[in-house]
């Protein structure tokens, strides 16, 4: 493959993962996925009673000889998966410690559960935002609009504050059925507002996962001497000796990150924080398995 | 603060390094993009106090230690006299105490207090690079330049005397002194603080503050303080002599210092006129006065003597000298009409044998041309004199006189010296006017020279007049009315007591009280004929007069010449004879307290040195590099502890909920 966020060796070791949504999705293709619509698949749903104009035909006669009333027997349908990944391109996520970018770590993820949905047949889209740009690929099952998807990944360049917050909205408001969000980002935005962002794509009923992506030395933040420290965003700057002040601001870090794992879990997304020098195949293996259902497992 | 090594001060140089490392390092710091600013901003904005404060106290710790390695490697010694706040002098003024009390020994074999303390300021003037030395010694009160501190102890104006001093007048000497001096300049006063000394309700010590703030340069006041323990001691004075005929009456007293509670004999040498005799005395309780009677040659004229007691912690508070004149019959006047009160006054003024008094009695009119300057006494029992009568009685109480008011007996308000009589009064039927006060310490009723009171309790009083007027009383009616009082003119004084020895008055007649206090006024009206033979030093009498020389005639101790004018002993001055004795108040223990101190020398930013009386501490300067070691240990502990990093870890990562 032409772009260095593929690994093929990775894909192919979980290609035999699915990738299972956890609520049912409602899709215009069958497909492996639950349905909330009842339809005439081969796996039993349940029975309910008949009521005038239901379709005759599925009346389950074995139920009337043993039970002297009228029983429809229902199935499950299976529909087709749309995924939406919105990536974060803010300046934040340019930035790299020892390692790659949260960006590039960003791209991997992204391209990777996008190359395995389209390939178990799931459509694949992709969201890129900042404080002046919002990118959309629409999401498509086909092969070859992957290419389209990974071409516009792989051109990204992050730059300026974020527009998460804008962006979460937008998806919630344009997507008319419920989908499989991907949201990669670090978050380094007010939590109020993404609060509300994540309460609005849960209540268009979509599944949410979220990966927060940090830099290890933003966490650790281990340092020998004195720095200047230069936004990345708005490219303010600050001299700080980094062993004065390293307390507090693992204590303010902390906050913080504790309050986006709450408002995720406000929102019942599925929140992984996810810091850049981690190996990617033992986190996706992990978030795959994690989502398959309990009988699959 | 001096420095043995003063070159490796040049090190003090060293403290700067931590800081210019400190300032470096902040400058070496590298640029880094960096995304999770919200964070930095807000941990930069709460650490901003406290962990500012501490690394400052790490970079003082380090600079202090460094620095005070520095100072301890100099080799500093501080001088108890220059304290921390030393550094170069120009001028030392010093007043030296050398009253008799600073002969005194802090303890058996060791130098008086005055050895001491000149050594200790000659050992410091070495020290501080012998700065210009000045001394105004309290004898002399003159200054005077000494050319090395070496020779301090050997001159004779540093030397011991027999004088008291007068520090407000010594500060007012060193004041006018330092008009004329430039240059930084300091007064250190070495002394015993004996309270009489520093005299603090003396109004100079006003001026003389004034004189000392309003140099150009105010010096420094250092104050040696010479107090603490003692070498056991006695002393010895004489309160008073009499010549009774052919026997002289000396009121001795001996005070002990220090443990007075067990008995102690003690030999007394009587020396007159070259005779010496030893008596045995038992000296027990902190005083003992008694009255010593020395039998005088048949028909000596004049002669003269010393008491002593035998050596001890103060060699110049061991004698006592006396001289005497020609025997004169101490006189008294009655001026009362004929009748009982007036007999038990001549009985009362000139007992029938008791020693050379004579009396005489005149009538209230003809008492003008009585009154003469030979008289020791007026027994006043009439009318208070006017016109002549009262101008006459005046000028005798002015001399020197003694006078003695009783009452008139009717009511009369005529005034003397703004005094009057108040109408007579009787006491209450079946009652008496009963004596119930009276001061056992001073005045006609005073307890006796061995401490046996006045059977003051036995008088009684159907009738008494009550003198009214500004008066000091000094015994009290039992209603609180004044018995006796007393009133100062001049030299004399002027008593009066409110009743008369008359049966149809009181028992006053029956000797308990009005022979013992007659007898006392008579005594010191007295003694202003035989007193000029005994004089303090210092005082007036003492000085040569124009045309006369000083001639030592005693035989006591070894007299130093060149201090005679300050000495105690017997002199010829002339023509004159004079005992001449260190003035009493140098035999007090009282010493002036801290806030005493804080009173007289208010405002001159002084620094008292209280152990300059310390014996056992020869110098008045100090190595003390050790202290600046143990400062270096401390300042690199403390930096220690504030380097330890903290016990609790703070992890960025919030803990996982248990959903």
């Known amino acids: 493959m032409k772009y260095d966020f593929l690994d093929n060796d990775l894909l192919s070791r979980l290609g035999s993962l699915p990738i299972e949504a956890r609520v049912p999705m409602m899709g215009n293709v069958a497909g492996k996925h639950r349905s909330p619509h009842r339809g005439s698949s081969v796996e039993f749903a349940e029975y309910r009673k008949y009521v005038p104009g239901d379709d005759t035909r599925r009346l389950d006669w074995k139920a009337f000889a043993r039970s002297d009333r009228f029983y429809i027997k229902e199935f499950e349908a299976d529909t087709n998966l749309r995924a939406y990944f919105v990536v974060d391109a803010s300046g934040s996520m340019n930035f790299a410690g020892k390692g790659e970018s949260k960006i590039q770590y960003a791209r991997r993820i992204a391209a990777s559960l996008a190359y395995l949905l389209v390939n178990q047949g799931d459509a694949a889209g992709l969201s890129i935002c900042t404080d002046k740009l919002h990118l959309e690929v629409p999401p498509s099952r086909r092969a070859a609009h992957l290419e389209r998807f990974f071409s516009t990944l792989g051109k990204l360049e992050p730059s300026g504050e974020t527009g998460l917050i804008q962006a979460l909205h937008t998806i919630s408001e344009k997507i008319g059925q419920r989908a499989f969000v991907v949201i990669l980002s670090d978050f380094f935005t007010d939590l109020a507002p993404l609060g509300e962002a994540l309460q609005h794509l849960r209540y268009r009923k979509h599944d949410i996962s979220v990966f927060h992506l940090m830099d290890p030395l933003e966490i650790g933040f281990e340092f020998d001497r004195p720095h200047r420290f230069v936004d990345l965003e708005d490219g303010t700057s600050i001299v700080a000796e980094p062993n004065l002040i390293a307390d507090e601001y693992k204590t303010a870090l902390r906050d913080f990150l504790a309050g986006v794992r709450a408002k995720c879990h406000d929102a019942s997304a599925d929140y992984q924080l996810v810091t850049t020098d981690t190996p990617l195949e033992p986190l996706l293996r992990d978030f795959l398995t994690a989502r398959l259902p309990k009988s699959k497992h | ?659």
């Open chain 2, 1 to 659: 603060m001096l420095f043995l090594s003063p070159a490796l001060l040049w090190f003090l140089a060293a403290a700067s390094v931590p800081i210019v490392i400190h300032l470096i390092n902040r400058r070496r710091h590298k640029t880094i993009q960096w995304a999770a600013m919200q964070f930095l901003l807000r941990a930069s904005r709460e650490s901003r106090g406290k962990k500012k404060l501490r690394n400052l106290l790490i970079l003082t710790c380090r600079a202090l230690g460094i620095a005070a390695l520095a100072l301890a490697a100099a080799r500093p010694i501080v001088s108890g006299l220059m304290g921390w706040g030393g550094g170069s002098i120009d001028t030392v003024v010093l007043l030296l105490d050398r009253s008799a009390s600073m002969e005194v020994k802090p303890g058996d074999g060791l130098e008086s207090r005055r050895e001491i303390v000149v050594k200790k300021v000659r050992d410091a003037m070495a020290d501080l690079g012998s700065p210009r030395l000045v001394l105004i010694d309290s004898a002399s009160g003159k200054p005077q330049e000494i050319p090395s501190p070496d020779l301090l102890a050997e001159l004779s104006s540093s030397a011991a005397t027999d004088s008291a001093a007068d520090f407000p007048t010594l500060l007012t000497r060193a004041a006018e002194f330092l008009t004329e001096s430039s240059g930084r300049s300091e007064v250190w006063l070495a002394s015993d603080m004996q309270e009489s000394n520093w005299r603090p309700d003396d109004e100079r010590w006003a001026a003389a503050r004034a004189s000392l703030n309003s140099l150009p340069q105010r010096p420094a006041i250092r104050v040696l303080s010479m107090t603490g323990g003692t070498a056991a001691n006695s002393s010895i004075h004489l309160l008073g002599s009499r010549r009774s005929g052919d026997e002289l009456l000396l009121d001795v007293e001996i005070l002990r210092a220090g443990d007075s509670r067990l008995s102690q004999s003690t030999p007394l040498t009587t020396q007159l006129n070259g005779t010496r005799t030893t008596d045995s005395i038992t000296l027990s309780g902190q005083s003992l006065r008694f009255q010593k009677r020395v039998a005088l040659p048949a028909g000596s004229a004049s002669g003269h003597g010393w008491l002593s007691i035998p050596a001890d912690g103060n060699p110049r508070d061991n004698a006592a000298f006396f001289a005497y004149g020609p025997s004169r019959p101490a006189k008294s006047l009655i001026v009362a009409p004929a009748g009982e009160a007036a007999d038990y006054l001549a009985l009362a003024a000139a007992p029938p044998g008791l020693g050379n008094l004579n009396t005489q009695r005149v009538e209230p009119g003809a008492a003008a041309d009585a009154i003469n300057p030979e008289l020791a006494c007026v027994l006043w029992a009439a009318p208070f004199p006017n016109g002549s009568q009262a101008q006459a009685l005046q000028r005798f109480l002015n001399s020197g006189g003694q006078v003695v008011f009783f009452p008139p007996g009717n009511p009369d308000a005529t005034t003397f010296m703004d005094l009057k009589w108040s109408p007579p009064a009787d006491a209450p039927a079946g009652k008496f006017f009963i004596l119930t006060e009276w001061n056992h310490d001073d005045g006609p009723m005073r307890d006796g020279i061995d401490g046996t009171p006045v059977a003051g309790s036995k008088l009684k009083a159907i009738r008494r007049q009550v003198p009214q007027g500004d008066a000091t009383p000094l015994a009290k009616w039992e209603d609180g009315e004044p018995f006796i009082t007393r009133r100062i003119a001049d030299h004399g004084t002027a008593w009066f007591i409110g009743s008369l020895p008359d049966y149809t008055w009181s028992n006053l007649g029956d000797a308990d009280v009005l022979l013992p206090a007659i007898q006392r006024i008579i005594s010191t009206g007295a003694d202003r004929f035989d007193a000029s033979y005994i004089v303090s030093v210092g005082s007036e009498p003492s000085r040569l007069l124009a045309g006369e020389t000083r001639a030592r005639l005693d035989d006591y101790g070894t007299p130093d010449p060149a201090n005679a004018e300050f000495e105690s002993g017997v002199y010829r001055l002339g023509e004159r004879l004079l005992a001449v004795n260190r003035p009493p108040q140098e035999d007090t223990l009282e010493i002036l307290t801290r806030e005493t101190l804080d009173g007289v020398l208010d405002g001159t930013r002084y620094t008292l040195l209280d152990q300059a009386g310390q014996a056992d501490d020869p110098t008045l300067s100090r190595d003390v590099w050790r202290a600046f070691l143990v400062a270096v240990l401390f300042f690199l502990l403390s930096e220690a502890l504030l380097c330890l990093p903290k016990k609790t870890h703070v992890d960025a990562l919030p803990a996982k909920s248990p959903a």
